[in-house]
């Protein structure tokens, strides 16, 4: 069967591979459009599978949130270089992955990757996606919450490299108010990176190795043993300001705490748990708290 122009065009507008690439799967399948595609998707894959060894860590993190606040999903894609990253199609697709995880909730990768995107599966569209650009993309990780009677909201940092969820608790009525409130938090969880809501959930040990910590630091200093403990005491006060969500200080207003700003909004309002992605972190670094 007769390749022609055309045929390679409207390969090329419906999988955006190159026309060289288009035209040799038009051949391999014998003219036969679909089969073509299937032939690019194969060769994403194998292209993917090719570029193993190259670093993917660029990319962009995707959030989307239900539009009653009840569920919410968040997805890091990685790709390798900037230039893939702030493409169009591939924001495009990130968001749409992030849909996909609110909308059909998957308990696994597997179940991710056979999900439904654009009439396609999710592992075809990022097999055409790697065909297109040709470089090593895959989806890192993702997320999804759900709130029965809360109310949860997203903040995604310039360039789509940090993103983060928040669930509040006894928000009120007041959707625009709550969706404030629910963002400004967010975007402390952003700049500040707590590691807990409240300090009840550090665990001993923790407090108890920052407290050697501090001991150790103080050894040298033939200070009496009372004194010391009142440093460190101090210290840890410090700590748990720094390092807990509700007492630290607000990046809108130093002069509230995050647990000022939840009594201003409404008497009982509280943070149940946030998500935080940053783009590229170790899956340890990765910050997840709930109170």
């Known amino acids: ?29 014998n003219g036969d459009m679909e089969g073509a ?26 959030t989307a949130v239900a539009d009653d606040h ?4 968040v997805v890091e894609i990685n790709c390798e270089t900037d230039f893939v990253a702030r493409n169009a199609e591939f924001s495009s697709f990130a968001e749409k992955i992030a849909n996909v995880v609110l909308q059909n909730n998957p308990a696994s990768e597997a179940e ?7 009439g396609i599966t999710v592992e075809a569209g990022l ?5 297109k650009f040709s470089e090593r993309i895959g989806i890192r990780r993702f997320e999804r919450i759900e709130s029965n009677d809360g109310f949860i909201s997203d ?24 969706d404030r409130l629910a963002r400004d938090i967010a975007m402390q969880v952003a700049a500040m990176n707590p590691a807990h809501v409240s300090r009840d959930e550090f665990t001993n040990e923790v407090i108890e190795k920052e407290r050697e ?8 200093e033939n200070k009496p043993a009372d004194i010391i403990e009142k440093i460190v005491n101090g210290r840890i006060e410090k700590f748990f300001e720094e390092s807990t969500l509700l007492e ?30 940053n783009l590229g972190e170790s899956l340890e670094e990765a910050t997840s708290a709930e109170a």
């Open 1 to 29: 069967m007769a390749i022609t122009l055309e045929d390679i065009k409207n390969l090329r507008e419906r999988t955006g591979a190159g026309m060289a690439d288009c035209k040799k799967a038009l051949e391999e399948a």
């Open 37 to 62: 595609i299937d032939i690019l998707r194969k060769k994403g894959a194998a292209t993917a599978a090719k570029r193993a060894d190259k670093a993917a860590d660029e990319g962009m993190i995707a």
């Open 70 to 73: 009840k569920s919410a999903a």
């Open 112 to 118: 991710l990757m056979s999900a439904d995107i654009d």
């Open 127 to 131: 097999n055409e996606l790697r065909a």
């Open 155 to 178: 903040y995604i940092h310039g360039g789509s490299r940090l993103a983060v969820l928040v669930e509040l608790g006894s928000a009120g009525d007041d959707t625009d108010k709550s």
């Open 213 to 220: 910590i501090y001991r150790e630091q103080l050894a040298g």
């Open 248 to 277: 630290q200080s607000f990046v809108k207003d130093s002069s509230k705490r995050i647990a000022d700003v939840m009594k201003e909004h409404s008497e009982g309002a509280t943070v149940r748990r946030f998500i935080r992605f």
